[in-house]
């Protein structure tokens, strides 16, 4: 299975390619796009459309992971985060790509084995199953771990589904 995954952002939008399964994954792409807030609004947004419109093209993912706790004290700062999540939603659903959202407690949990994990557990966790030495930043470490996430917590049914069409494909291919 190959996993976008996206920790949504107005001023940095982290993304993270992973493929494989939940034993064995590999990092394919990382990156953190930035926007300046002295940009207008609708560039930032057409910037974001840009770059994840770019990774969906080139990586192809079956399916999308992107936290979806966008709570914030400061509303302004919420408004912000809302209107990044929302280009990435829409981006997605142009392309028919299935989005499934988890909050920070399930990535601490589903990387660490505990929802109270500190941030340094989950970045060393995202190196070690990925096995790399280092990640463009927290932004992107946070859209690796979004996507490890996925493969760790991902609806049996919706794997069942992935693997009986790629059984088929390779099926029709062999004919």
Aim: hydrophobic share 45%; charged share 20%; net charge positive.
């Amino acid at each position: 299975m190959r996993v976008l995954g996206v920790d949504p952002g107005l001023a940095n939008l982290g993304l993270g390619v992973v493929e494989g399964d939940v034993r064995r994954a590999a990092c394919l792409h990382q990156e953190c796009v930035t926007t300046p807030s002295s940009q207008e609004m609708g560039q930032r947004l057409l910037t974001l459309h840009q770059h994840v419109s770019a990774v969906l093209d080139e990586f192809q993912p079956d399916v999308v992971a992107m936290e979806d706790q966008i709570l914030r004290r400061q509303a302004d700062v919420a408004f912000k985060v809302g209107q990044a999540y929302g280009v990435v939603q829409l981006t997605c659903g142009q392309r028919g790509l299935p989005v499934y959202g988890y909050g920070p407690m399930q990535v601490k949990k589903a990387l660490v084995g505990t929802g109270r994990a500190e941030k340094a557990q989950v970045i060393y966790m995202v190196k070690a199953n990925l096995g790399l030495r280092a990640l463009a930043n927290n932004h992107a470490a946070d859209a690796l771990a979004l996507a490890l996430t996925h493969l760790a917590s991902a609806p049996l049914a919706s794997r069942g589904a992935l693997e009986v069409a790629l059984q088929a494909a390779e099926r029709r291919s062999r004919r």
